[in-house]
């Protein structure tokens, strides 16, 4: 086997899983950032429609909106692609032990395969939970709009906001699970224990 290349595999896979890790909770922690901070100050959009006098008990969401549905486009981007260099690496990692002595357990690997499908499964939901959100924020400043139709739209909007906290969150936490069982899935055997069995 080619040593230097399962350990390259290894190297990407760690570093890819770790900064979808880092991106991912470092942007929740930014978002409550910016919307504690614009609700602290009291922050005010300056242009129509949402600087209109019917939004100004919205005028600190409307800011740390804005601001945070461009954070999660751009994130959930760059997370999605950094589970899929974890997945290639992954797979790589794997087909190279195929057929090759190893130590570590099995089904360690399996948990990890597991939670890692579920990590990219559930944070591909999120990223269409999110393009819906971004669809229909604008709507929740509709000057035209009844009151009616606007409280329908923030309650909509409410449920979607909490359903892609949820599937956030465990995409998160699979990602941590197959991070975190990596020390015990199978590797290569060493090469000086292969010798001495040999």
């Not at 595999?9 to 909770?25: P, S, V």
């Not at 939004?55 to 740390?64: I, R, W």
Request: charged share 10%.
């Amino acid at each position: 086997m080619p040593t230097h290349l399962f350990k390259a595999a290894n190297a990407l896979w760690t570093i890819a899983m770790g900064a979808f890790l880092g991106l991912t909770g470092g942007l929740v922690v930014a978002i409550i950032v910016i919307f504690r901070g614009a609700e602290d100050i009291a922050a005010s959009p300056g242009i129509a429609p949402y600087n209109d006098p019917m939004f100004t008990a919205f005028s600190h969401q409307a800011v740390a909106g804005y601001t945070g549905q461009m954070l999660f486009k751009i994130g959930g981007i760059a997370a999605l692609a950094l589970l899929g260099l974890a997945v290639l690496t992954l797979t790589i990692r794997t087909l190279l032990m195929i057929g090759r002595p190893g130590v570590g357990s099995r089904g360690a690997g399996l948990a990890r395969a597991v939670a890692l499908a579920g990590a990219v499964g559930f944070m591909a939901l999120g990223s269409a939970v999110t393009l819906k959100i971004n669809a229909s924020w604008p709507g929740l400043y509709d000057t035209a709009a009844s009151q009616q139709e606007m409280d329908t739209r923030r309650a909509d909007f409410d449920q979607l906001h909490r359903r892609s906290e949820r599937v956030v969150t465990i995409a998160w936490l699979c990602g941590l699970v197959a991070l975190g069982v990596s020390p015990w899935c199978r590797e290569p055997t060493p090469t000086n224990a292969t010798a001495i069995s040999q």
